[in-house]
Each structure stands twice: as C-alpha cells, then as structure tokens.
C-alpha cells in the first residue's frame, strides 16, 4: 500500500512538472554599456538597442515575430474572435432624426469635405465640393501622391480652412509621427500652392490671417535622430502662400532654446491669444497676451502673468468682446472660472466660484450661455449660466455615463446637440433647446447586441495607505461574485488625466463574453481635481502604483476574480504603470498588455519629449539625487528579478514611435526572457510604420485588436 501510494506521488510530481511548459528564448546580444549616477553603477547590456541602425536590431525583432506569430497561432478561435471583432466596429449605426440633420446641416459652412479609403488602403483621402453645387464630390488630397514609398503611412492629422479667401492647409504625418508637413490648397481650383511647411510638431499652433498663415515650428532634425531627439528652438512664423518657407517672416522666437518649455497660441473672435513664458528680473512666469502680428511686426500685449507653477493650469475658454473667460485651477484645487480685461494688466475677476465637485471644461453655449462640466464621484454634472454669472440650470447626467460635444459656437442658432456614452454604447444624441434649456433624443443607433444586459457600478476602495480610490467595474447585469469571471484592470494614472466612459467595441465584445472591465482612477490621474494628481506624481509615483495593485486585490477580496483570471492593460504612462505593478507584484496578476510604454526611467528623459517640462514634473530627472533613486526604485526594466516567475505578457509597440520610442519594450522584453523564469510567456507585437498612435490602416487595427484580445482571451480561458 505505501508503495503503491509512493507511486501515485511520484506520477503526480512528475506530471506537474512536465505540465509546467518551458519556453526557449531567443539569445540576446549584450554589449558592456554602464552608467554611473551619484555614485550607483547600472549595468545596462541591452542599451545598444537604443540604436535604430544596428544591424543586431532587426535580427533580434525578426527572431521575436517568429516566436510571437508561432506562439499567437496556436490560440483557439482567433479566426472567430477576429470576425466577431470586425463585426462590432462595422456594424454601430446612426439614425438622426430630420430635425437634428437639418440643424447639423445650418451648420456647415461654405465647403462639404468627406473622407474615402485611399488606394493605399491604408490611409483615407480628403474630397470636397461645394455646398449646394449638383457636381460629385472632387478628390482634393490623394494620400499615393504623398507616399515616398511602400513603407511609408500617410494618414492626414489635421485640415485648416479659411472660407473668407478659400484656402485649406492640410497637415500629414509619415507613419504616426509627431513631426508633421503642411500643404496648401486653393479651393476653388482646388490646385496645390507649390510650396509646403516642414518640421511642423504635433504640439504646433496654426492660424489663418487673412490669406496668409501664422505657425509655430522647430530647428530641422538630426538625419537618422528625428525619432529619438527633443524638439528644439521653437520659432513663429508668418507664411505668405506663394513664397517657400525659407523666405518666411521670423516674427518671435522662443527664448528656452532647450526646448524645455514651449509658447502655444490660439484664434479667438479675431483675436489672438498667447500662453508663454517671461521673465522678470531673473524670475520666470507665465502669461497670457493678446498677439499683435503683421508682416512686418509682432509684439505681445500682456494681460495676466501668473506664477510658473507646474500645479497651476490656465486655459483661455472663450473670449466675450474685451473679456476673457479663464478656465482654472489657480488658488482653486476644483477649478474656477474667471474674467480677465485683455485691454489691461492683471484686472481679474472671479465670474464662478469653485465647489466641492470637480471643473473639467468650459463651453460657450450659443450668444449669452456657458456650459460648466463638472465630475462629480462617478457622473457628469453639467451647469448652465448666463453671462452674468446666474446659475440657469444643472443637469445631472447618469453614473458611468460620459457627457460629449456640449458646445455651440455659433450665436444664431436656438438649439444645439449634445451625447452620451459609455463603456459599452456609443454615443447616444440629445437635441438642446437654447431657449429653455429643455433636451429631447435627437437620433437612434443601431448596435448588434443589447446594450441593456450591461452596467457600470462605480465604487470605492482602500489603497496601501489608507487613501480611498474610485473605481469603475463594468459587466454583465446578475454577474455571479464567485471569484471566477474572468477580468481586465485598466489603468493610465498621470499627467492629471482622468479616465472617462470610452466606447471601445473590443471592449465591449469583452464584456458580452462574460469579461469583467474594471477601471480605477487612481492618484496621478485627475479624478479628484489638482492635489489628486499631484499625489501621484514625480516622488509620489509609487503611490500610483500602489493605488492600481490594490485595484486588483480588491476585485479579488470582493470575489469579483482571482489571480488565474486576472489580466492587466495599459498604454503609454499606463503601459509603465502595469509593468511596475507586474514587477512588483508578479503572484497577483495572469497576464499582461503593456503598450508602448516607458520601462527604463533612468533613460527616459533622454529621448524625444521625455525631457520636456511636462514630462520632467511628471516623472523628475536623474540629475538630482532625489529623483535618480526614486526612479529606479520602481523603474520596471531596473527590478526585474533572477527566476522570478512574472505574469505572460505581450508588449505592444510601434516601430516609428517617436514619443516613447520602442527601445522601451525592446529592452524590457530582452531583460525578462534572460532573467524571468522560463515557464511564463513573454512576446512582443511591433506595428510597423507607426508611431504613438495613428497612421495604421483598418486591416493593421483589425490584426493589432486581434493579438491583444486572442491573448487576453487564450490567456483567462474564454471559449467562444
């Protein structure tokens, strides 16, 4: 009977272990690369893949396509999935009434534009007409025309129209760049001016005046570095049509040449408005000033200088005659509303006070209206005022729902429109009465699933240190707590932004499938105003993490999943955020999407707008002792651990991202398969010829969609 017993253990033992399947990774050639911080030595192996042109590269990300596509193909109803997926984005249709068409319409201006899939099939081309004329619609921009070759993606990024003198400018990026060129074009004969605008940035301001055209652009980069480089030397231009961009009027340059920090400028009733920095007597500011420009000149007319604080944001709404409606968090942790006189210096006045729930926008709504839209513990509040301040009426919009478009510009109109959305509806249109602020449904749409087996519960739970976190949990109505539903964390958590209801429908295809979403708006985030962010930033960045780890065990502890059924996602400072937390906390988590995020933030800032200010205040700089250690403390690339069993992952990047360049998960992938225990899977995806977002055609989006969701899918054991 022992015997026998002894047998039965060691078939038991032996099975396990051979159950335990082992991968076999590629080797990855290391170099002897060490940088010294205050006296601390990093061992960094993997740097010369920060290196686009070495040859070991692409041989490297050969051998890992190869084990990603041989290891992806494997996955169970990804043909099913890859259906069902293309049939959730091509399937939502809308179904205006007449009423909210013709008011869509009174709107419209001179021109009708629309887009088509181009030959490329990559991209959409840009048609126009005009209104009211019997003819077809005239193809304005061929996105072949501007496509130096078959690895080029063009995708058009932003239009310019000027009715007055009919005129476009059309801004395109080479495969999701951030740098960007402008093209001109005369509507109409709808022939191209001969000259184009280069080294334009994602970040640039462009106007109109009058047929001429203001913009602000940067010195050309270094050949071969226009992925990796910081934008520098900002300057503003006056553009006239005819002439090429080298005989462009120089009317102001940026006096940071370090490209730290950077000018930005708006049109507003005619005016235009500046956001810039000055310095006084050796101290720096920021201010506010009417732009006067000519061809001839250019001076700027000051009207607020404020404190060069990285806490305080100030945003110009709207202008009403000589009046400027501040939108702010100055002296204010939830946002005011002030008035400022841009005919004189420093004369501001408080037009709506703060309260207890959250400023997010100020909208102009029609001749004598604004819209204030606040977030208030899980719904959308919108509150009406007239000019003088009077509250007209708040609408409280339901929880788990995002209120889109509350916005009117033009001041004839008496109705205007507006939507909600969700997790998993699109938008859903409501018509304005600006009269009486009355609201009715404007429209129908069409969806191929019922929306109404779905909810969204917004809840709260208890982080490490105590601090209460917001959390969004979306699923099927009558879910069973029965620690077994398979479940998505998202999380983003910086920079102040706030995650809102987004309709995705891979996302939703999810949720039909039994999939719990659940998103925290954890610190650093802007959930709870200013100090919200603030308590996740810079040296407070752990807390971040620690407020998306303690997201999981909640969903555990509440029996919503346990760690066999857990995944985690996140893009850009969310895909470091789920690689720290992975890192850190390998034991809670059974996989992982991380896509295109920062993993090595000892060598983040050194890298394209990484070391801007923006960024610095996010994250700090390893020049100071304080954020070098701080860094590395929960850098995710610098504390991956010998043996360790890590969650699966699958790193998401694109090959001409030029924001977080993808030497980030190249690194971080060679790291993990050298160090990490070999029995868990970790691959990578590259979208070639695209960059932090954009320039992908429908057939890539499909495939990209497709691999994340098939190994989210394989992953947590859904069957379709």
């Not at 039965?8 to 082992?22: D, P, R």
């Not at 181009?118 to 005009?130: C, E, P, W």
């Not at 204010?332 to 004369?347: F, S």
């Not at 499938?513 to 985030?525: F, K, S, T, Y």
């Amino acid at each position: 009977m022992k015997n026998t017993l002894f047998i039965v253990l060691v078939l038991f033992v032996i099975f396990n272990c051979s159950a335990q399947k082992k991968y076999k990774y590629p080797e990855t050639p290391k170099d002897s690369f060490i940088d010294i911080y205050f006296d601390d030595k990093i061992y960094d192996p993997y740097q010369w893949m920060e290196n686009s042109e070495d040859s070991r590269l692409n041989n490297w990300l050969n051998t890992q396509y190869r084990l990603t596509e041989r290891e992806t193909d494997k996955y169970l109803d990804k043909w099913t999935l890859r259906s069902q997926i293309g049939s959730m984005y091509y399937d939502v249709k809308y179904d205006e009434s007449r009423s909210y068409m013709k008011k869509n319409d009174s709107l419209k201006g001179k021109y009708i534009f629309k887009y088509r899939k181009s030959s490329t099939k990559r991209s959409l081309d840009l048609l126009y007409k005009r209104r009211g004329s019997e003819l077809n619609f005239n193809k304005l921009f061929n996105i072949k025309d501007y496509t130096p070759d078959k690895n080029s993606h063009i995708d058009i990024t932003n239009t310019y129209v000027n009715e007055d003198y009919d005129l476009i400018a059309i801004e395109i990026s080479n495969n999701g760049s951030d740098w960007r060129e402008i093209y001109f074009f005369n509507l109409i004969t709808g022939e191209q001016f001969e000259h184009k605008l280069k080294n334009i940035r994602i970040s640039s301001s462009c106007i109109w005046l009058k047929d001429a055209f203001v913009y602000d652009a940067f010195d050309t980069p270094e050949k071969g570095r226009e992925l990796l480089d910081k934008a520098k030397g900002q300057k503003l231009y006056y553009h006239n049509l005819t002439e090429s961009q080298s005989e462009d009027k120089l009317l102001y340059q940026n006096p940071d040449v370090t490209g730290t920090n950077s000018f930005r400028f708006s049109k507003r009733d005619e005016k235009i408005i500046f956001h810039h920095y000055l310095t006084v007597k050796g101290k720096t500011y920021r201010a506010l000033s009417l732009g006067n420009i000519r061809p001839e000149s250019f001076y700027l007319s000051k009207f607020l200088i404020y404190p060069n604080s990285k806490e305080i944001q100030m945003t110009v709404e709207e202008l009403e005659g000589d009046v400027a409606i501040l939108n702010t968090n100055w002296e204010a942790k939830n946002g005011r509303v002030l008035k400022a006189n841009i005919n004189q210096l420093n004369q501001v006045s408080e037009f709506i006070p703060e309260y207890d729930i959250m400023l997010k926008n100020v909208n102009k709504l029609g001749k004598n209206k604004l819209a204030c839209i606040y977030f208030d513990n899980g719904k959308d509040v919108a509150l009406i005022f007239n000019l003088e301040g009077e509250l007209l009426r708040r609408i409280d919009f339901p929880e788990g729902k995002k209120l889109n478009y509350l916005y009117e510009s033009n001041e004839d109109v008496t109705h205007t429109d507006f939507s909600i959305s969700s997790f998993y509806h699109p938008d859903i249109w409501y018509q304005l009465s600006l009269e009486d602020l009355t609201f009715k449904p404007a429209g129908t749409t069409s969806i191929p699933y019922d929306a109404e087996k779905l909810e969204t519960k917004y809840v709260t739970y208890t982080s490490k240190d105590g601090t209460e976190v917001p959390m969004y949990i979306t699923h099927l109505k009558g879910v069973e707590l029965d620690e077994n539903n398979p479940t998505l964390l998202y999380g983003y958590g910086g920079y102040g932004v706030t995650v809102e209801p987004r309709y995705d429908q891979s996302q939703t295809l999810w949720l039909l499938h039994g999939g719990v979403l659940a998103v925290p708006n954890i610190r650093g985030g802007g959930a709870k105003g200013n100090e919200w962010a603030l308590a996740g930033r810079r040296l407070n960045k752990q807390k971040a993490i620690d407020d998306f780890i303690s997201a999981a065990e909640f969903l555990i502890s509440e029996k919503y999943t346990n760690p066999e059924k857990l995944a985690i996602n996140g893009g850009s400072h969310g895909g470091m955020l789920v690689g720290a937390s992975m890192i850190q906390r390998p034991e809670l988590f059974k996989a992982v999407i991380a896509e295109a995020g920062p993993f090595d933030m000892l060598r983040f800032e050194k890298y394209t707008v990484a070391s801007v200010n923006v960024n610095l205040n996010e994250f700090g700089n390893t020049a100071f002792e304080e954020d070098y250690f701080n860094l590395k403390s929960y850098s995710p690339l610098h504390n991956i651990k010998e043996g360790v069993k890590y969650p699966n992952l699958l790193l998401i990047t694109g090959s001409d991202d030029d924001r977080v360049p993808p030497l980030h998960s190249y690194k971080f992938l060679a790291t993990l398969q050298e160090k990490g225990s070999n029995t868990s899977l970790y691959i990578l995806h590259v979208v070639n010829g695209s960059g932090h977002g954009g320039a992908i055609s429908s057939e890539e989006f499909t495939q990209k969609i497709s691999k994340k969701y098939s190994f989210l899918f394989n992953q947590l054991g859904i069957r379709i």
